[in-house]
């Protein structure tokens, strides 16, 4: 039996509705495992820049250092477009990534089978699907200095970001996929422009020697990040594990999540390095804060639940608890609810907190 302090940072836009639901899981699992949960609840991005005049308090940041897990729900909206570049709602997230090293992000594509008729692709091509996206979080061009916009004499403005990776980043990602493959499939796509940048030659001369030195076990390709997103479209069923830099991770996991019907589907986890077993980690939905709909009711909490189910596998070690989850999700779909954004014909349409309830209600049957 064992007490886990467990860190919300519900964020902007739908965050705060979507979190809600997830706060359901979490008390039914207090009342259901020997674990329990204590919750704590604080600001990140705009709601946070409202309050206290920044995307995130040294004080939360604090609080998730020593938080056994985050589970984030989403930053930003229009209301904050004007607010300085170095405070808008989304350097509170990086600020998190950063200052708690969370380098290595996990990204899931799965397309249950209720859904395969939802995503824009032909079910054939996504029915079954199961990638696993390693994004690079803490590197690239994400951070790379110098990243401004200076003035030039003729009046121009020069706008530079730089794209830095290190021997020991590209190192410690491609170890993180490749002992995600060995647990999968065996197989392992690393992805970048060794044919362009400078960082893609490092990345693949690194992931090279890696998967020859240390995983000669496993299935292992190299693909150029552009073909990869043409792949990934075309037949994305051919990869299992792809690992791949901060900025290219963002655009192909969007790419991947809408093979899933919607991106409102899509979990995710982001870990640091391990440290006496265990390693800090913050859960995410890889959706945005979709102020339009925001306060509605209407959200897909799904992602949001799926990425605190994430936290019960890779946090918690209560791999029963996380398979609950997941079939609970699975099931609800398989019984025709669905959310306004993967509503089909001939599905009954849910909110943000029917969805919720039906899938607690799953979980308690599931687990009768
Ligand atoms: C993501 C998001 C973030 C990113 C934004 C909100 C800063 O798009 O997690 O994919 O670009 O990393
Ligand atoms: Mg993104």
């Known amino acids: ?3 886990y302090d467990l860190l919300l940072l519900p964020g902007d836009g739908i965050g705060p509705e979507v979190m809600t639901e997830v706060e359901g899981v979490v008390d039914w699992l207090n009342g259901q495992t020997q674990n329990s949960f204590n919750v704590e609840t604080e600001l990140v991005g705009g709601s946070a820049i409202e309050a206290h005049g920044v995307p995130v308090t040294n004080e939360t940041v604090e609080k998730a250092d020593k938080a056994d897990a985050i589970v984030l729900g989403a930053v930003g909206g229009p209301k904050w477009d004007g607010v ?40 054939e091509v996504v029915e079954g699907l199961d990638i696993m996206i390693v994004r690079e979080l803490t590197g690239g061009t994400y951070f790379g200095e110098p990243k401004e916009i200076t003035d030039l004499p003729d009046g121009q403005k020069r706008g530079v970001d730089t794209t830095v990776y290190t021997t020991s980043e590209i190192e410690r990602i491609v170890r993180v996929a490749c002992d995600l493959a060995r647990k999968r499939s065996k197989k392992v796509h690393s992805a970048e422009k060794r044919n362009v940048m400078s960082t893609g030659v490092l990345w693949h001369e690194v992931a090279d020697r890696i998967f020859r030195e240390e995983y000669s076990d496993l299935e292992s390709h190299h ?72 306060g509605t009711n209407q959200a897909n909490p799904i992602a949001t639940i799926a990425s605190f189910g994430m936290s019960l596998r890779y946090s918690f070690d209560m791999s029963e608890a996380a398979d609950i989850v997941d079939k609970a999700i699975a099931n609800v779909l398989d019984a025709g609810l669905r959310t306004a954004d993967i509503m089909q014909d001939g599905m009954k349409q849910v909110s943000t907190s029917e969805m919720g309830a039906a899938i607690k209600a799953e979980m308690s049957k599931l687990s009768a």
């Open 223 to 294: 693909i150029l990040a552009d073909n990869c997103a043409m792949q990934l479209i075309r037949w994305p069923k051919q990869f299992d594990v792809l690992v791949t830099d901060n900025l290219f991770g963002d655009m192909l996991s969007d790419e991947a999540a809408m093979m899933t019907g919607s991106l409102g589907m899509l979990p995710s986890a982001s870990l640091g390095a391990e440290q006496a077993g265990k390693c800090k980690s913050l859960y995410e939905p890889v959706h945005g804060s979709a102020p339009d709909i925001a």
């Open 84 to 123: 300085d570049f170095e405070i808008r709602p989304e350097a509170g997230l990086l600020r998190l990534r950063k200052d708690l090293d969370l380098f290595a992000n996990l990204r899931p594509a799965i397309c249950y089978p209720a859904l395969a008729e939802a995503s824009s692709l032909k079910p």
């Open 1 to 3: 039996m064992a007490n």
